[in-house]
């Protein structure tokens, strides 16, 4: 399984990264911007990721924007629905108005910080993935 | 500031670090020079552990804060109680146990306004020409020897100082960066018994004794989810530690800015790191900040700030505690 953590703070794409790693490997974006372009760069060589972990409060694009944009490139590539990558949100934001418009926009988790390792994996073992349900 | 040293009611006010011996030393050795009161507080307790006035009379009239000045949590502390009206009008004295960097020198500086900073360990002195030195890791301050302690401040006193007229501006600046004996902040006739003993005077006065929850970061969590690679525990916690430092000095030079957009976004990044390694004392009082400034209330962000200030000295500390745990 091949993860994508994108977070502006590296003590929590660290974290993310220590409880995540026994699943797969992992890989860190510092921003929105540095995700698209990682998450392109995957999907060109024809080793896309399987999960991308997403912050929303981000200082060049944020993680409603990254989610939006990661999905337009998927339709771009012919990926739609289920086929496409799973995209969990990890952030501070617990406003009702930041959850749906993740939801909206076509993520498939939502985690508020603090991150606590059971609750990712709870998440992450509901979003059915194969590679997952093997290890786990 | 020596005149406040000298007046005839002497009593500090020491703010220290967690189980150092330095403050309890430096306690002693005020008291054997005079000073009437000796208070040390844990550096990490912050302003929580001060307890006013005595019946509107000032109880202080010196502050001494030993240590974390590299860390910046010295001058912040200082910085602080400019904030509490029985302390604001106090000398204060910042004291390092190392040498600090010039460019942290002129960071405390911007901090303190250059206002009453009269002790800081330097490598610079040049710029640094009026400030003394104390070294608490100085032997005369240790109380493990009590006859060795005393004999230090004796033989000090004696010893002719670098206030000397006689001495010349070269012999001065040598002088700088190198210790300064107790006898510089409080100088009085000390007279050694036959034996050339002072008599260790019995700590009659009360020194808060303050506890505060353990309650600022569990590493448990963190070694759980970094089982496999246990020295990247310790990398999470340095890079937190870094992040805390950097907002020890930028949350109260925003909030004086006036910047609060900044001041929110800054303290967001504290907030969510610092809970998910359960620092639940930074995280809570962080998101009080957050709000506060995203608010744009300015007296609530000053409250705020004080209160993050101090649950990030004490993270600090806690982390500090961590790093010498072996993997």
Not at chain 1, 31 to 37: D, K, P, W, Y
Not at chain 2, 70 to 92: D, K, N, T, Y
Not at chain 2, 260 to 268: D, F
Not at chain 2, 279 to 295: D, I, P, Q, R
């Amino acid at each position: 399984m091949r993860i994508l953590i994108t977070d502006d703070d590296q003590v929590c794409s660290q974290i993310l990264s220590g409880i995540l790693s026994p699943y797969g490997t992992c890989q860190l974006a510092e921003g929105g911007e540095q995700a698209i372009r990682m998450f392109t760069n995957a999907l060109v060589r024809k080793n896309p990721y399987d999960l991308v972990c997403l912050d929303i409060l981000m200082p060049d694009m944020d993680g409603h924007a990254t989610l939006s944009c990661i999905r337009s490139i998927e339709a771009g590539f012919g990926i739609m629905g289920s086929a496409g990558v799973r995209i969990l949100m990890v952030t501070t934001r617990d406003d009702p108005e930041s959850i749906t418009t993740a939801f909206r926009r076509q993520c498939e988790g939502y985690i508020i910080k603090p991150i606590d390792e059971d609750q990712v994996k709870k998440q992450i073992g509901q979003l059915r993935m194969k590679s997952f349900d093997e290890i786990k | 500031m020596v005149d406040a040293l000298n007046n005839n009611e002497r009593r500090a006010l020491i703010f220290a670090p967690a189980n150092d011996q330095a403050g309890q030393s430096l306690q002693i050795a005020l008291q054997q020079v005079g000073f009437s009161v000796a208070l040390v507080i844990q550096l990490s307790h912050g302003l929580g552990a001060f307890r006013g006035d005595r019946a509107g009379e000032p109880l202080y009239s010196i502050v001494i804060i030993l240590g974390g000045q590299s860390g910046l949590s010295g001058p912040i502390i200082a910085q602080a109680l400019r904030g509490v009206p029985e302390l604001a009008e106090l000398p204060i004295i910042l004291v390092s146990d190392t040498p600090v960097p010039l460019a942290r020198c002129v960071v405390i500086s911007r901090l303190m306004d250059n206002a009453d900073i009269c002790a800081l360990a330097l490598q610079e002195p040049k710029h640094w020409q009026s400030v003394g030195v104390i070294r608490p890791d100085s032997p005369r301050y240790s109380i493990n020897n009590t006859t060795s302690t005393v004999n230090g401040i004796v033989t000090e006193v004696d010893t002719p100082r670098k206030s000397s007229p006689t001495q010349s501006q070269e012999t001065k600046e040598d002088n700088l960066g190198k210790a300064t004996e107790i006898s510089d902040i409080a100088p009085v006739s000390l007279s050694p018994n036959r034996s050339g003993v002072l008599p260790v005077i019995p700590m009659s006065l009360p020194h808060t004794v303050v506890t505060t929850p353990d309650e600022e970061f569990d590493p448990n969590p963190l070694l759980k989810i970094c089982a496999r690679s246990p020295g990247s525990a310790k990398e999470i916690a340095a890079l937190i530690r870094g992040d805390l430092v950097r907002a020890l000095n930028d949350f109260p030079r925003l909030q004086s800015n006036g910047d609060l957009t900044a001041l929110s976004k800054a303290a967001h990044k504290i907030h969510g790191a610092s809970g998910s390694l359960g620092a639940m004392g930074v995280y809570n009082t962080c998101l009080t900040l957050e709000k506060a400034a995203a608010s744009g209330n300015h007296s609530e962000c000053q409250v705020a700030v004080n209160a993050a200030v101090s649950s990030m000295l004490r993270f600090v500390q806690r982390l500090d505690r961590f790093f010498l745990t072996p993997n």
